[in-house]
């Protein structure tokens, strides 16, 4: 026998197995089947409750304030337009990424009558600084640089959604100091 011949058989004898699954089945008992569960009685289901009637309540606040007004918002709109508050779009300086306590004054640089700041980076990078530039995490301005001293001032939460500004130095021989009169 050649080995064409036996994968033909093999053919026909499957051809004959998938013609017999074709025959059509006696069906009729499942018919019967279905009819008995068509006729049978259904079950009722009970009728949804009443639902009470929507009545909205007004909230009249009086001269009382608004729950919904974040204290933040209710301060900026009660407050003087000389409030402080930080600018979100402004492009943060590299040293705002350091707490002002670990920041040091290395020393000042005057160049062209204009006085740098040199200030010491916990890494051990000395990074130069001028008048209005920022540093430390609380948007601290630099507003003065004499010779050994940066003062600057920091824009700190009060508590209540605004902020109150504090005034920092920085000194030669110290780190950053506390609030100065």
């Known amino acids: 026998m050649k080995t064409g011949t036996g994968w033909i058989w093999a053919g026909i004898v499957m051809l004959g197995v998938l013609l017999a699954g074709c025959q059509r089945p ?16 259904t079950g009722h289901v009970e009728a ?16 009382r304030r608004d729950p919904f007004t974040p204290w933040a918002q209710l301060a900026r709109s009660s407050g003087s337009d000389d409030t402080p508050y930080p600018d979100p779009q402004r492009p943060r300086d590299p040293l705002e990424r350091f707490a002002l306590e670990s920041l040091r004054l290395a020393g000042t640089l005057t160049i062209n009558s204009r006085t740098l700041a040199l200030i010491q980076t916990p890494e051990g990078e000395v990074v130069r600084l001028r008048v209005g530039e920022h540093l430390g995490e609380h948007d601290g301005r630099v507003t003065a640089i004499e010779e050994g001293r940066l003062t600057l001032v920091e824009l700190l939460p009060d508590g209540r959604g605004g902020f109150a500004t504090q005034q920092h130095q920085l000194t030669l021989t110290q780190a950053a100091s506390g609030r100065q009169p």
């Open 26 to 41: 006696d069906i009729d008992a499942l018919d019967a089947r279905l009819q008995a569960l068509r006729e049978r009685p």
């Open 48 to 63: 949804l409750p009443e639902q009470p009637v929507y009545r909205p309540v007004t909230y009249d606040s009086g001269s």
